[in-house]
């Protein structure tokens, strides 16, 4: 079973739009949560961490539920830039690496 | 933020040859640096583990006397692709590890921006 599942997507949304992607992990060990992003041929950039109260960073809204295991992210009016793949990272008590979900492609369309 | 530097951003060989990756904290020190390999539209894996003044701890699949990392000093960390073939053309992208409690939040790892390989 993979650490960290993300629906690949693609998203195709309007300029405009409102869009959440939704994560989960495995490990029930895991402390610390981040949303990267990254664009085509180029290397990941952090997005967020994501806080167990959740957190708001401007247009973007990341939530946890320890319980359920569930991380999410919410974009909301999409702009072009915005078009990039959304990876879910989940850092594991003890383990300095991260683990990475598959990415979700978000295009976001004029 | 915390700056990495990658290099070569690109390189294209021939099958059989070597290829030496420089990966370096330019504004920090490095305990711990990552190399991540990753295959058109998959994500990234993580290959090895490397810490400054000890042998890299490789992930399982990985061969570790093709894929030689050196993490000689705080601020720097090689990867060399040993007898390179085809199928080893893949984005290799290091990251680095500050330490917990250092810039802010902890395990937050800042990468290079990536070596794209073509092995002909």
């Not at chain 2, 006397?65 to 040993?82: E, P, Q, R, W």
């Amino acid at each position: 079973r993979k650490e960290v599942e993300q629906d690949p997507g693609p998203f195709n949304v309007p300029e405009g739009a409102t869009v959440a992607f939704n994560c989960t992990y495995s490990n029930s060990a895991s402390q610390s949560f981040f949303w990267y992003r990254q664009d085509c041929r180029k290397e990941p950039k952090l997005l967020m961490s994501v806080y167990s109260s959740g957190n708001e960073d401007g247009r973007f809204t990341a939530q946890l539920n320890r319980a359920s295991q569930y991380i999410s992210l919410l974009i909301r009016d999409s702009k072009l830039s915005d078009s990039a793949t959304y990876l879910c990272v989940v850092n594991i008590t003890g383990a300095n690496n991260l683990f990475f979900g598959t990415g979700t492609r978000l295009t976001v369309i004029p | 933020g915390a700056v990495v530097s990658q290099h070569p951003s690109w390189v294209i060989c021939k099958s059989g040859t070597s290829v030496k990756i420089e990966c370096r904290s330019l504004d920090f020190q490095a305990t711990t640096m990552f190399w991540y390999r990753q295959f058109p539209k998959q994500s990234l894996m993580l290959m090895a583990t490397s810490n400054e003044g000890s042998k890299a701890t490789y992930e399982q699949g990985v061969e570790k006397d093709k894929f030689l990392i050196n993490h000689a000093s705080l601020t720097l960390s090689t990867l060399t692709v040993t007898s390179a073939h085809p199928e080893d053309s893949s984005f290799y992208i290091c990251s680095a590890y500050p330490g917990q409690g250092v810039r802010g939040a902890k395990n937050i790892q800042y990468f290079g921006a990536g070596t794209r390989l073509s092995v002909l």
